[in-house]
C-alpha cells in the first residue's frame, strides 16, 4: 500500500477518529502527487475532485472550471466512503499515518503549526508533535506550488469549460 516509517510515534492512538469521520481532507497538487506516486493505486482510487468545499475556509487555490453560468471551484481531496476517509481503518487507525497529508500532520492545528483551531473536533488533549512547525513550512511551500500549478491548469482549461477527470490525474499535473 503506502510505504511507512515505524520510527514516527501515533499520538492520534486515544482518538476516535471524528476529524476523519466527518472533514474532507483537502490536498495539494504536490500532496496528491506525492500520495499517489506512494500509492500502490490509481488516482482515482483514492482521490477525487470535489466542489462541495467552502473556498472561504481552505487556502488552497481551487480549481476554476468557466462556464455559461459562472465559474464552479474544484478541490482534490482524499476519497470517502460515505464520510469517512477511505485511508480509516475500522478501529480507527488511519493506513498511511506515517505519510498522511500536512493538513492531517496539523489537526487539530492552524496552518502555523502552533495555534489550536476553533471547533477542532479532536476529541483528547492533543500534545504538539516535533514536527509541527516544520510541517506547517513545508505545507506553506507546498500551497505556493499549488497556487502556480493551479492557475496554469484554469488558463489551459478551465478557462475553456473543462471540468477536472480524476483518470486524466497525471496529464494534468504530472512533474514530467
Known amino acids: 500500500m503506502v ?4 520510527k514516527i510515534i501515533n499520538s492520534c492512538r486515544a482518538c476516535n477518529a471524528k476529524c476523519c ?3 474532507a481532507v483537502v490536498l495539494t497538487i504536490p500532496e496528491a ?3 499517489v506516486d506512494n500509492a500502490a493505486m490509481r488516482p482515482e482510487e483514492i482521490l477525487e475532485f470535489s466542489r462541495n468545499i467552502d473556498s472561504r475556509r481552505t487556502p488552497h ?3 476554476l472550471v468557466k462556464h455559461e453560468k459562472g465559474v464552479d471551484e474544484w478541490f482534490i481531496i482524499i476519497r470517502r466512503l460515505g464520510r469517512n476517509c ?3 481503518h475500522d478501529d480507527y487507525s488511519c493506513a498511511i499515518y506515517h505519510s ?6 496539523l489537526y487539530p492545528f492552524e496552518l502555523d503549526g502552533r495555534t489550536i483551531k476553533k471547533g477542532a473536533l479532536c476529541p483528547i488533549s492533543f500534545v504538539r508533535e516535533e514536527n509541527m512547525e516544520p510541517d506547517a513550512v ?3 511551500r507546498d500551497l505556493l506550488e499549488h497556487e502556480v500549478i493551479a492557475r ?3 488558463v489551459e482549461r478551465g478557462k475553456r469549460g473543462e471540468k477536472p477527470d480524476m483518470a486524466r490525474f497525471k496529464d494534468y499535473f504530472s512533474r514530467e
Open 86 to 88: 477511505i485511508f480509516l
Open 138 to 140: 513545508k505545507l506553506k
Open 100 to 105: 498522511r497529508p500536512f493538513v492531517c500532520r
Open 61 to 63: 487555490y481551487p480549481l
Open 3 to 6: 510505504k511507512q516509517n515505524p
Open 152 to 154: 496554469k491548469w484554469c
Open 21 to 23: 469521520r466527518g472533514l
Open 33 to 35: 502527487l506525492r500520495l
